[in-house]
């Protein structure tokens, strides 16, 4: 069955960097789209940035020139790097694939002093 999971997250103070990953399993990973999204405390999820199985990525304007999306086929792997990590960057982040809504169970990123 399809399994997403996602590592990485910690604490990290303002200015900082994080990279998170995300494994999957289950599926022909080369072929599916995937996603990271976040929910911050009090706030509905919302999607951070995506890749297409042949690369092309999409990001919301909040991490627009800080965070970077990119996929290792031979790893299964989708990874998220996060630099210039402010406070409001705040929040669980969860791996998605988008055909078939899967999601993993997601990783905390707390950004404080």
């Known amino acids: 069955q399809v399994q997403l999971v996602e590592s990485g997250g910690g604490l990290v103070q303002p200015g900082g960097s994080l990279k998170l990953s995300c494994v999957a399993s289950?599926?022909?990973?080369?072929?599916?789209?995937m996603s990271w999204y976040r929910q911050a405390p009090g706030k509905e999820r919302e999607l951070v940035a995506d890749i297409s199985s042949r690369g092309r990525t999409n990001y919301a304007d909040s991490v627009k020139g800080r965070f970077t999306i990119s996929r290792d086929n031979a790893k299964n792997t989708v990874l998220l790097e996060m630099n210039s990590l402010k406070p409001e960057d705040t929040a669980v982040y969860y791996c998605k694939r988008p055909s078939g809504g899967y999601w993993g169970k997601g990783t905390l990123v707390t950004v404080s002093p």
């Open positions: 289950g599926f022909t990973f080369s072929t599916y789209a």
